[in-house]
């Protein structure tokens, strides 16, 4: 059984929702659909697995202090498949 990344709010508000998440190896933050575009800034090195919704798999690294940004609508589970922990903040655009 898969243990669940931590996820912790920071703010949510009228404009943004910042929620940081926190990994442990292997952990996953499990399936959901992002309603809103949004960025990712990673705070540790990340070693991600990122399950589609068409059943293909990415396989992708995000350095610490490096940032991303997807469109609202992307639908996956996100897998820590590195040798440590890692965590990400992730700012929504509502």
Not at 8 to 24: E, H, P, Q
Not at 58 to 67: D, K, N, P, R
């Amino acid at each position: 059984m898969c243990k669940n990344a931590t996820a912790v709010t920071l703010i949510d508000d009228a404009l943004v929702r910042v929620t940081r998440f926190d990994f442990g190896v292997g952990h996953q933050t499990g399936w959901h659909r992002h309603e809103y575009n949004y960025v990712i800034t990673a705070i540790t090195d990340c070693h991600m697995c990122l399950e589609n919704q068409d059943g293909t798999t990415t396989h992708v690294t995000v350095l610490s202090g490096s940032a991303y940004r997807r469109e609202a609508g992307v639908e996956h589970n996100v897998i820590n498949e590195g040798k440590k922990s890692m965590s990400f903040v992730e700012v929504e655009l509502k």
